[in-house]
């Protein structure tokens, strides 16, 4: 007989902690204080900007400049998503200072609540090899997320 309420109190705590467990839904918006990495492209005819956005939680969005800025695509893991952000720093293109946009043009930048980079460039012999390979490293880590 106690061999059954035992067996019933850890199945009911089973499910209450299966329950428990669902992932949290992140933000509309990725908060401003939290640490981010936004890249993308825009120009050409219509002028308009693609951009994807990355936080430190592992949150990706992507946006349409005004019209949509953002919408969430997915989740990469978070300890990953947090060295892609700091990278960015390590990487030393927080020391960069490059906004050159032509008819089309690929971005890259970072923010968080105390300071906002971007980078700007047209041409990929324009600007040094690591903003190139870092974008084409961000553009890789969110490409299960964009539909073809």
Request: glycine share 8%; proline share 5%.
């Amino acid at each position: 007989m106690w061999f059954s309420k035992s067996v019933v109190a850890l199945a009911c705590g089973m499910v209450f902690s299966f329950l428990s467990c669902g992932s949290v839904k992140p933000p509309a918006t990725p908060p401003k204080e939290i640490p981010m990495v936004t890249f993308g492209y825009g120009g050409g005819f219509a002028g308009k900007e693609h951009s994807y956005t990355i936080t430190d939680k592992g949150w990706v969005y992507s946006g349409d400049g005004e019209i949509s800025p953002y919408k969430y695509l997915g989740r990469i893991q978070a300890t990953r998503a947090a060295q892609l952000v700091q990278l960015f720093s390590t990487l030393g293109l927080d020391q960069i200072d490059y906004r050159r946009p032509d008819n089309t043009y690929f971005f890259v930048g970072y923010s968080d609540d105390k300071a906002r980079y971007r980078i700007v460039w047209s041409n990929h012999r324009e600007v040094e090899t690591k903003v190139t390979d870092y974008y084409q490293l961000l553009m890789d880590v969110i490409k299960p997320f964009v539909k073809k």
